[in-house]
């Protein structure tokens, strides 16, 4: 948290200073210093091509249409939002560390993101109304989405939350006993461990782009980012349903199947 590519570039170069010139020693960095285009957006996309996976499997159509809460309006949030409507979505509630804005039509996220860049608050934003920050949980929606710190959602408020599905962008933002409440409400529960993956999948392309000394396109660096999520999303969904678990416990499952497949086939027992 509160790091950017600037920060990023500093590390490659004090790296680079008593190792020599070694531009996959950390990722993240800015475009011109061998960063890879598309990671800023990266993690945002990533939350955008996991709703549109987790709609499409449930039934419930696609993005278009749906109304949206974003917690957290910082880089995955801010993306999240701007993705999202671009394919279709009325985001009717945005708040970041200060303040909350409200519009059930939808909020014009491009001038929100513009309004923020200045350092106002969202609150000042005239194309919606003022609603206090933590009541922003609680605004009707179909998606919520909880894009800013860990633990937001407990055991005490997630009977209160108005919406039909929980998409994890921030790192754990769902505790334990909130997650118990969530489930005995039908509500369904895309969890961090895959939803938020999309920055660090991007910062692995970077990674193998530094070590090819070649840069992608970002058409292409996109492409590759979807069929990851895509696949992985699948790959989840499918154990969720032959084995009757919640999303987060099929994540977890196809990681262990993973590790373990991988210890068996180097010998372990």
Not at 145 to 162: K, R, S
Not at 179 to 208: M, Y
Not at 249 to 254: D, N
Request: with cysteine; net charge positive.
């Amino acid at each position: 948290m509160n790091t950017g590519a600037k920060e990023m570039a500093w590390f490659f170069d004090e790296y680079s200073k008593f190792k020599g010139f070694s531009p996959g020693v950390v990722t993240g960095k800015p475009v011109y210093l061998h960063g890879s285009l598309g990671r800023e957006a990266a993690t945002g996309r990533g939350v955008m091509f996991a709703t549109r996976e987790l709609l499409k499997a449930t039934g419930a159509g696609a993005i278009a249409g749906k109304s949206f809460v974003i917690q957290g309006f910082g880089n995955v949030g801010s993306w999240a939002a701007d993705l999202l409507a671009q394919q279709g979505a009325r985001v009717v509630a945005i708040s970041d560390v200060s303040s909350a804005v409200v519009n059930e039509k939808g909020l014009d996220v491009t001038a929100l993101r513009a309004h923020a860049a200045t350092g106002r608050p969202l609150s000042e934003f005239t194309g919606g109304s003022s609603i206090p920050k933590d009541s922003i949980l609680t605004v009707p929606c179909d998606v919520l989405i909880p894009a800013a710190i860990g633990g937001v959602i407990t055991e005490g408020n997630a009977g209160q939350l108005q919406c039909k599905y929980v998409i994890e962008a921030a790192n754990g933002p769902t505790t334990p006993g909130g997650d118990a409440v969530l489930r005995k409400r039908g509500i369904t529960v895309l969890p961090d461990i895959f939803t938020n993956g999309g920055g660090v999948t991007v910062s692995f392309f970077e990674w193998v782009q530094n070590l090819q000394n070649f840069k992608w396109e970002e058409d292409d660096v996109n492409a590759k980012l979807d069929r990851k999520m895509t696949d992985a999303f699948a790959a989840i969904w499918k154990i969720h349903k032959e084995m009757g678990v919640p999303l987060r416990t099929a994540a977890f499952i196809k990681a262990l199947q993973r590790v373990t497949r991988a210890e068996l086939h180097r010998g372990f027992d």
